[in-house]
């Protein structure tokens, strides 16, 4: 017991990596010129194994199927099945109802030899499909339910699902079949690829943290983070398997920090596999989205358009907003860029439109992916989503009352967005909003010379807006706004 060990935590960034963390294709080491520690490690796991077996299991120098599958519980048990059958299938030609240590040992060096995705997703695909050279519907719920759970155990979090994430993991399904019965490695790495990309870095990491770290299922600790408690009570659209499916597809942008900058910053190139190496175990921990906080949800602040400008503006950092509205449609409007109001779309190379229910699914991403209109006469005020030359995904009218899906109008039910950035860009929107409250305050106290004609284009009534004075007249359903 006692504080997760895993080498890869000693090691630091040496590379300004890719915005999806980039794969290396080297097999070569890079933990050292030996793999001595590693085999020392796996001989001590190995061992602690043999301690657990009963008197009918119990064989020297063997492992039974029995005892190897039961160090698994809950969640990961079916994993400890499907691993051993893994193992068992690269080293043994005979009885594969018992590994030897020898075996035992061979089969977790060349697991950790997997230091880039795309050799992960080759081993990962193959365990999961049962050594077949296809997944089934089965196997693939079977794939994205564990990896969530070994996420999450690698984290150190405990388990749980939200009321909603057992339909989310089915639309993953739905999503990576379409109309097949059945997916090909060729398949799967095509979708993934577009829509999933580090699905399978908390999966690794587990399973690098149990074979370096010498540690029985078990023995890895489990703590509540209490920033991502909130994503486990069912408050929000935002659950806790959401957060994990778009932590396998969103680049770093939205969740790297301040001391992450600053380690880079002091490092530099001498190995850059080892730095990929290491962003990808990073990829898998999702104590790196604790930093997002609420800016606005419309169940809580109102849905009304004065709500939500109030509340997201001045908010200089990438966001993650959800929209729901009937047909169980969510979708996630990642955008790497500030909002900003205008005619024209904003969103930068890491921006992106992911639909979440009922099929997860990237959209569209890349480049300017929206438009926030509050003024201009010459087009409809309201937001839109989707790219310039492609068909239009989402417009929220000014009146927040519907959504056109694709030019279907929907009953909106609901709007909310985190913002991805660090502590100091929400300190300086809270400065930004405090200054523009005293200002509004400043101008309520003077007599308002107003030109009818002219009161779209007058100072005062931006300044009003700041203060959140609706000078719309907009009406809220949630809030009376």
């Not at 029995?66 to 005979?94: D, I």
């Not at 994503?231 to 398997?241: C, I, N, P």
Request: charged share 25%; proline share 3%.
């Amino acid at each position: 017991m006692g504080n997760l060990h895993s080498h890869h935590n000693e090691s630091k960034e040496k590379s300004n990596p890719e915005s999806h963390g980039g794969g290396v294709s080297a097999r070569s080491s890079v933990f050292g010129s030996s793999s001595k520690p590693n085999s020392a490690c796996l001989i001590k796991l190995f061992q602690k194994l043999e301690l657990t077996a009963d008197e009918q299991n119990r064989h020297p120098g063997e492992l039974s199927r029995a005892t190897f599958e039961n160090a698994f519980h809950g969640p990961l048990y079916k994993f400890g099945k499907l691993l051993y059958t893994q193992m068992v299938r690269q080293t043994a030609s005979g009885d594969r109802e018992r590994i030897t240590k020898e075996q035992f040992t061979k089969a977790g060096k060349e697991l950790l030899k997997l230091y880039d995705e795309s050799s992960q997703q080759q081993y990962y695909f193959k365990l999961f499909a049962s050594g077949k050279d296809h997944l089934t519907k089965e196997d693939a719920l079977q794939m994205i339910m564990v990896s969530y759970a070994l996420t999450l155990s690698a984290t150190m979090i405990p388990y749980s699902k939200g009321s909603t994430d057992d339909a989310l993991f089915e639309g993953v399904v739905q999503g990576m079949f379409g109309i097949n019965d059945k997916v090909t490695f060729d398949g799967f790495t095509s979708w993934s690829k577009k829509n999933s990309p580090h699905l399978f870095c908390g999966v690794h990491n587990w399973v690098y943290q149990i074979l370096t770290g010498s540690k029985m299922p078990s023995e890895l600790e489990a703590a509540k983070v209490p920033q991502l408690e909130r994503f486990v009570e069912d408050k929000y659209t935002m659950s806790m398997g959401m957060l994990w499916m778009l932590t396998t597809v969103i680049p770093q942008s939205y969740t790297h920090n301040a001391e992450e900058k600053k380690e880079k910053q002091k490092t530099s190139e001498k190995n850059p596999l080892l730095n990929s190496y290491n962003i990808i175990m990073k990829l898998a921990q999702l104590t790196r989205c604790q930093s997002w906080t609420l800016l606005y949800d419309s169940r809580e602040h109102g849905l009304s358009h004065n709500r939500f400008h109030h509340h997201i503006s001045s908010y200089h950092g990438p966001t993650i907003t959800l929209i729901s509205f009937e047909g169980r449609n969510v979708y996630c409007l990642a955008l790497d860029k500030p909002w900003r109001e205008g005619s024209s779309r904003f969103g930068g190379e890491d921006a992106m439109l992911v639909q979440i229910s009922p099929i997860f699914r990237v959209v569209q991403g890349g480049g300017p992916l929206a438009t926030w209109n509050e003024y201009s006469r010459d087009l409809r005020k309201g937001i839109y989503m989707g790219k310039e030359g492609r068909s239009l995904v989402l417009f929220v009218p000014a009146d927040f009352d519907s959504v056109e899906h694709y030019g279907v109008n929907c009953a909106l039910h609901k709007i909310e967005m985190w913002g991805c950035g660090a502590s100091n860009i929400l300190e300086e929107q809270v400065k930004q909003k405090q200054w523009e409250k005293r200002e509004a305050e400043k101008q309520s106290t003077k007599k308002l010379h107003v030109d009818v004609g002219k009161w779209d284009e007058n100072p005062d009534k931006q300044i009003l807006h700041w203060g959140g004075i609706n000078v719309e007249h907009q009406y809220s359903r949630d809030s009376g706004f």
